[in-house]
């Protein structure tokens, strides 16, 4: 299939990456994971203890490209129309009109997401799945683009909610957001230590072209042998003993659902177009398949007596099946 990619936007990406520097220190990994997902329409995960600017690099995010934004700070009290909106009596009219919520963005935050309970997490799905919130009798579609991005903290699990499975599923990638190197951390310090800093970054892209990336990356092809690689990967997560898995097999409940093969496609084609390139690799698919798989693959409690992470398991299945197989 011959490719269509043109890499019109590739100069302004790049200038993303720049704009974005000039604020968030040491965190290229995780823009590189947003932009994935805001250019193939998957949701994002992130997990990382307090502190490390997951905040700050969405919101940024968001004003280089010119995006809606709106952080959520999910609690044991948020009720569902706290997030999509409610109805409300206007008292001049006598009639009862929509009152719209903070879900009416291009970019949400939910911060702490597994804080508050299942029906206001279920207020989030539909939005996430079907890009689309009911109020009253009154259904409104999301503006596009429209990209979740849930964080949770792995230090405190008192009084949280985790999330349903079906609903962790949901999302494209689990990025795990760990602490700066020694110098990015020294460079944090010293640009935070200096109270008259305050860089307003400059916005690099638009809605439209952000619709024309999506095309592009569209057009990025995948070789038939690649695709049969991502299902044999996919496929090793549920019948390991197949793959000579046997040390896997012992911890695994349940493997990936059909969202990871589509989401790790998708992914894939996105770092070819990143790398300028009009074809997929297989180190593409390597590169995403933890933050793809690993809120997918269920371990058993025998796992973790023996202290076996999900991202060991992935990272022998990556070793093990072989391309072509």
Known sequence: MQSTTSFTYHTKIREVFSEMSQVVVGQERLLN?????????????????????????INTLAKVLELDFQRIQFTPDLLPADLIGTMIFNQKTAEFEVKQGPIFANLILADEVNR?????????????????VT??????????????????????QEGTYPLPEAQVDR?????????????????VMRRMSNMNFDYEVQ???????????RNEINGITISETLERYIIELVFATRRPLEYSLRDEARYIQFGVSPRASINLN???????YFDR????????????????????????????????????????????VAIGR
Do not use: C, W
């Open 33 to 57: 994971r947003l932009l994935i997902g805001l250019f193939t329409g998957g949701h994002i995960l992130l997990e990382g203890v307090p502190g490390l600017a997951k905040t700050l690099t």
């Open 266 to 272: 998708l992914a894939a084609k996105a770092l070819a």
């Open 171 to 187: 999302f494209m990638m689990k990025v795990f957001v760990d602490y700066l190197s020694k110098d990015d951390e020294l460079e």
């Open 135 to 156: 109020i009253g009798e009154e259904t409104f579609v999301l503006d596009r683009p429209f990209l979740v991005l849930a964080t949770q903290n792995p230090v405190e």
């Open 277 to 320: 390139r009009d074809y997929v690799l297989p180190e593409d698919i390597k590169e995403v398949a933890p933050d793809v798989f690993n809120h997918r693959i269920m371990l058993n409690y025998e796992a973790e007596a023996d202290g076996v992470t999900t991202l060991q398991i992935i990272d022998s299945i990556l070793r093990k």
């Open 203 to 213: 916005p690099v892209l638009g809605k439209e072209e952000l619709v024309a990336i």
């Open 116 to 132: 508050s309970p299942a029906k206001v997490q279920a207020a989030l799905l539909e939005a996430m799945q079907e890009k689309q």
